[in-house]
């Protein structure tokens, strides 16, 4: 009787023991395919996103007038301060560009490029640009860059806003200016597109756009580029 017992209880020792380790196995095999799971999820989505944002970068342009040669403050400069800020924009979204050029050059001369703005912005003139302007229908958002003249948007860039409807498309502005920040920008653009999605843009003082890499790229990143 006694042995009999022995013989019992070392058969349940063992079934106890099987059932522990068939336990830990299980636990081991749930827990493996859960974290490769995960992973699996994790990798499909980071896919997903490159892929979004592969698609949304081809519907996505820059259109941008920048102004080169004497600017403020008593400089010369071979690229204009817009210009630079576009170029970053273009580096970091691979966007189309399209670069809006006065058929008649604006002067040399920092000083008389004021005054010809000041007499553009009071009789409400609407420059002729230089060559065929981009089709926007093919795109969704248009970053839209200019300097602040004369606290607004330079009248050169309304002849392109009144020749195209960025309406029902989202619009990110980009601007330099001497001191005066976004001016009255940001209201003409919602005034001539109210329909139109206005995100948050970049400004920043011209005497500053050579060194703006950093920070025009943090803003791109915020935005999901």
Known sequence: MKKFSKQKTTVIVVLLLILVFLGL???????RNQAQEKADDKRNEQVSTKKVKSLNRSHVLIVYFSRSGQNYPGVNLKRGNTARIADEIKKVTGAQIFEIKPRVAYPKSYDKTVSQAEREQKNKARPKI????????KYDTIFLGYPIWWDDIPMIVRTF???VDLDNKTIIPFSTNASSGWGKSLNTIHNVFPKAKLKKGFEI???NAASAKAKVDSWLHDLGY
């Open 130 to 137: 230089e060559g065929e302007l981009p089709k926007v229908s």
């Open 161 to 163: 806003m009144d020749q």
């Open 25 to 31: 196995g299980m636990y081991w095999f749930i827990n």
């Open 205 to 207: 003082k011209g005497e």
